[in-house]
């Protein structure tokens, strides 16, 4: 179904969503957070986290900051779906495993997971949270925690 946004409203959400991936790719997690709105909420496979200070938590933990899980975190676009309520894009991640995460103490292995996320705006352009999709399976087998 084509969008009915119009072209600036394309371009306005565009260049939302460009900054948080630049940020993100930059790990600035500052960055990451002036993206969304003031109470935004972030899914990750179902687990829900919601508000600034939560959010922040989860892209720290994760490596996007200083002493996360893993670092080189780099997210390549491969490519984005406009709709009226959200882009969306599908991706892949890398890093490489060095601290402890979800309990799971540093491989030193790399990942490169592929993924969607999914970020939805409100009525008036502004990016309300990011939800994003993975294979968390495929991501513990790249860990050796599965076989």
Not at 47 to 66: K, V
Not at 111 to 127: K, N, Q, S
Request: glycine content about 12%.
């Amino acid at each position: 179904m084509p969008t009915t946004l119009n072209q600036d409203q394309i371009d306005a959400r565009l260049r939302i969503v460009e900054e948080h991936m630049r940020a993100e790719n930059a790990h600035d997690v500052d960055g990451i957070m002036r993206t969304f709105v003031e109470n935004p909420t972030f899914v990750l496979n179902g687990d829900t986290f919601t508000g600034q200070e939560d959010i922040r938590a989860f892209y720290e933990g994760f490596g996007f900051g200083a002493g996360g899980g893993f670092a080189n975190i780099h997210v390549e676009v491969r490519q984005r779906h406009i709709s009226d309520e959200s882009i969306i894009l599908e991706a892949t991640v890398t890093g490489e495993h060095i601290n402890t995460w979800q309990g799971i103490p540093a491989t030193g292995r790399r990942i490169e997971v592929p993924l969607c996320a999914v970020f939805p705006f409100d009525g008036e352009g502004r990016l309300t949270g990011e939800r994003v999709y993975l294979d968390g399976a495929l991501l513990l087998k790249q860990l050796g925690v599965l076989s």
